[in-house]
């Protein structure tokens, strides 16, 4: 069969397997438990046969979501979670013991620096460099080190890690090389072309789309040899090595701590899928719009965003993301306005803590999201006071440049 492209490969990936009624899309599955007529069929699938038992280990309705995940970072295979933060736990978790060293990039979403923490205080050595320097990475390596950890963009200082050279360094070292796609999503970027052994999205964001479902997923690109892996249990080096690591993050991650997705979710992440493509593009447009906008604008100081010249990554994300820049911007305003007071007065715009979503949103990023790191983490991460987030949505671009510039205008005679 002809391969298809990315949104025909979404739209008809559940009729690729057997769907009840002859259903376009896979239904939600919600029984939690599976039962079978032959017992040793039963323990079958408890050995490793393709099936289910028990809910918590995943679903037709999510097998058929992790299919879509999977085709589209052209991995092996992947697993659904509740959420990113679930994913993540999973991966951290999972292939990490007490003495292993992890080396992450310092611009990363708070609320995975406080899972790092976590993992630290568990026996983890970790250590933050500038991921926007392979170098960098380079430097922090030890015989323990086993893994490396980068965002695609950093949320939300917008930093472009040096992926490629990243990738190239972990191969070198036999490293579990993790990237977080969450902000640029396979349609922008796949980790398999950078050398990544594993994918993490956040699927509550640009894959689900429509801000009313949570999920997360890990995909293994085969690109990674588990044989050599010290930290695989004997348990789940079953088959080929190339699948023993997603196996043990599955089995542990699902069954052993449940961060497992449920079926209602799972499905309407997967509807929101078949529109991915579509809606980058209008995030994409957009975001590129309102960021030359403000720059231009005298009430704005500094706009953060790859797809500006200025930008320091510039050449890399257009290089990496083939010409298109995501749709999350840092912005800071002239003294004198206050960031509260302008937020309040936008009227498209939502002043919440999400992104991804199909309206855009805003929030205060040192108030809010990244209050608890303190502020040297935070100057660390480049987030002064006045820095907001800005996650780009689809409206029509000029509503959404039109209330941009009413609220800052309003701020500037104020």
């Known amino acids: 069969m002809k391969k298809n492209g990315f949104t025909t490969s979404i739209l008809h990936s559940d009729r690729r397997s057997p769907i009840e009624h002859g259903a376009v899309h896979k239904p939600m599955h919600t029984a939690s438990e599976y039962g079978y007529e032959d017992a040793r069929e039963l323990a079958a699938v408890f050995q490793g046969k393709a099936g289910f038992t028990y809910a918590r280990q995943g679903t037709p309705t999510t097998t058929a979501l992790e299919a879509k995940i999977t085709g589209m970072e052209g991995g092996v295979s992947s697993v659904s979670f509740a959420t990113g933060m679930a994913a993540l736990s999973a991966i951290f978790g999972t292939l990490l013991r007490a003495g292993d060293h992890l080396v992450s990039s310092q611009f990363i979403f708070g609320n995975t620096t406080s899972l790092l923490g976590t993992m630290a205080a568990l026996g983890v050595e970790v250590t933050f460099v500038d991921a926007t320097d392979a170098e960098q990475v380079r430097a922090a390596l030890r015989p323990n080190t086993r893994m490396v950890f980068v965002e695609t963009v950093a949320n939300p200082g917008t930093q472009v890690a040096d992926l490629r050279g990243i990738g190239a360094l972990c191969k070198q070292h036999n490293l579990v090389y993790v990237i977080d796609n969450t902000l640029t999503s396979p349609w922008m970027f796949r980790g398999i072309d950078v050398g990544a052994a594993l994918v993490m999205n956040s699927l509550s964001k640009y894959i689900g789309g429509h801000g009313h479902a949570l999920g997360g997923s890990v995909t293994d690109t085969g690109l990674y040899d588990w044989s050599g892996y010290a930290a695989i249990h004997d348990a789940y080096k079953k088959g080929p090595p190339t699948g023993w690591g997603l196996l043990q993050i599955k089995k542990k991650?699902?069954?052993?701590?449940?961060?497992?997705?449920?079926?209602?979710?799972?499905?309407?992440?997967?509807?929101?899928?078949?529109?991915?493509?579509?809606?980058?593009?209008?995030?994409?447009?957009?975001?590129?719009?309102?960021?030359?906008?403000?720059?231009?604008?005298?009430?704005?100081?500094?706009?953060?965003?790859?797809?500006?010249?200025?930008?320091?990554?510039?050449?890399?994300?257009?290089?990496?993301?083939?010409?298109?820049?995501?749709?999350?911007?840092?912005?800071?305003?002239?003294?004198?306005?206050?960031?509260?007071?302008?937020?309040?007065?936008?009227?498209?715009?939502?002043?919440?803590?999400?992104?991804g979503d199909t309206r855009t949103l805003a929030l205060p990023a040192a108030h809010t999201i990244y209050y608890e790191m303190g502020p040297a983490r935070r100057a660390q991460m480049g987030i002064a006071d006045s820095f907001l987030r800005i996650s780009v949505g689809i409206e029509d671009e000029a509503d959404l440049l039109g209330d941009f510039d009413q609220a800052l205008h309003a701020c500037l005679k104020a």
């Not at 590129?288 to 706009?303: N, P, T």
């Not at 965003?305 to 083939?322: M, N």
């Not at 305003?333 to 937020?343: A, K, S, T």
Request: charge should be negative; aromatic fraction near 6%.
């Open 253 to 355: 991650g699902l069954r052993d701590m449940g961060g497992t997705l449920a079926a209602e979710p799972a499905h309407r992440i997967a509807v929101g899928a078949e529109t991915l493509a579509l809606r980058m593009r209008q995030h994409c447009n957009n975001a590129l719009a309102l960021a030359r906008f403000l720059q231009g604008h005298d009430g704005v100081s500094k706009v953060y965003y790859p797809g500006l010249e200025g930008h320091p990554q510039h050449e890399r994300a257009k290089d990496l993301f083939g010409g298109r820049y995501g749709a999350l911007m840092g912005v800071e305003l002239v003294d004198g306005i206050d960031c509260f007071e302008f937020l309040n007065r936008l009227e498209v715009v939502i002043l919440a803590t999400h992104l």
